[in-house]
């Protein structure tokens, strides 16, 4: 029974992130303006506030 679980957790990982990525295609295509650039991660930190960010913090 532990191994359905294990299998369920997994695929719903999957299929979550599978999801996520194409939400981030469709925006990108449709309205660029909300993607930020010139930050390569900055959609895995947008709401974090800036003072928590390691780098953020000596950049000035």
Do not use: C
């Not at 599978?18 to 930020?36: D, G, K, N, T």
């Amino acid at each position: 029974m532990l191994h359905l679980r294990v299998l369920i957790a997994v695929f719903s990982t999957l299929l979550l992130l599978h999801a996520s990525f194409r939400l981030y295609r469709i925006i990108a295509a449709e309205r660029p303006e909300w993607i930020p650039v010139g930050q390569p991660s900055a959609r895995f930190y947008a709401g974090i506030p800036r003072i928590l960010l390691a780098k953020a913090r000596f950049q000035g």
